[in-house]
Each structure stands twice: as C-alpha cells, then as structure tokens.
Nanobody
Framework: QVQLVESGGGLVQAGGSLRLSCAAS????????MAWFRQAPGKEREFVAA????????YYADSVKGRFTISRNNAKNTMYLQMNSLKPEDTAVYSC???????????????????WGQGTQVTVSS
C-alpha cells in the first residue's frame, strides 16, 4: 500500500508561483508512475501532469504546458509540481496519484491510478 500526502497549496495572486509536493510512504522510484490531477468546484477531475518512474518522461495537459513543471526525487520518495504564471482558472484541489508499473505508457486517465492523496487547495486570485 502506498500513502500519498500533498503539501504546498495556498492562496496566490495571478501571475504568482507555487510548488506542490507529494510525499510517498514507501519507495516509489522503482515501482510507480505518478501524476497530478485537479478538480475545481462543479467540474470534473482533470489531468494536469504525469511523470514516469525514472523521471525520464513527462506529460502535460495543454492548459498548463509551458507554465507547470513536474519532477520527482526518488531518493526522497517525493514528487513535485512547480506552478508558474498562475491564473484564476488554475484554482482547484490538486491531488497526486501513483500507478503500479504494468507496462505501457504513462496514462492521463484517473482510473488508471491505484493510489491517491487527499489533495491540497490552490486558490489564485485575480
């Protein structure tokens, strides 16, 4: 079982930056692809970014490409999401997720992920 805990959310003005962290309870470096998802009030959960277990491959939603950077430090069992040039439409609860390795590409679909954190609120004011 993998437990995930997010941190780093908060209130920021438009144009500002935040860095989210996702700490895993066990070593995920050799066993899990990981991702960030977000859900705004009244909207469906949406994919934000994903990273392969080696950290060698990253994927982004078009809405955040060029502004957000996903990374991981397997020695610390931690994944990060650096968010720059934040917009009010980025306001949401951000959750990290981990997927046991089963082969294939790193997915963007939430149902593919096996473990989830509780989420951290990000609010961007205009």
């Amino acid at each position: 079982q993998v437990q995930l805990v997010e941190s780093g959310g908060g209130l920021v003005q438009a144009g500002g930056s935040l860095r989210l962290s996702c700490a895993a309870s066990v070593r995920t470096g050799s066993s899990c692809d990981m991702a960030w998802f977000r859900q705004a009030p009244g909207k469906e959960r949406e994919f934000v970014a994903a990273i392969s277990w080696t950290g060698g491959s990253t994927y982004y939603a078009d809405s955040v490409k060029g502004r957000f950077t996903i990374s991981r430090n397997n020695a610390k069992n931690t994944m990060y999401l650096q968010m720059n040039s934040l917009k009010p439409e980025d306001t949401a609860v951000y959750s990290c997720a981990a997927k046991r390795l089963r082969g294939g590409v790193v997915p963007a679909a939430a149902f593919e992920y096996d473990y989830w954190g509780q989420g951290t609120q990000v609010t961007v004011s205009s």
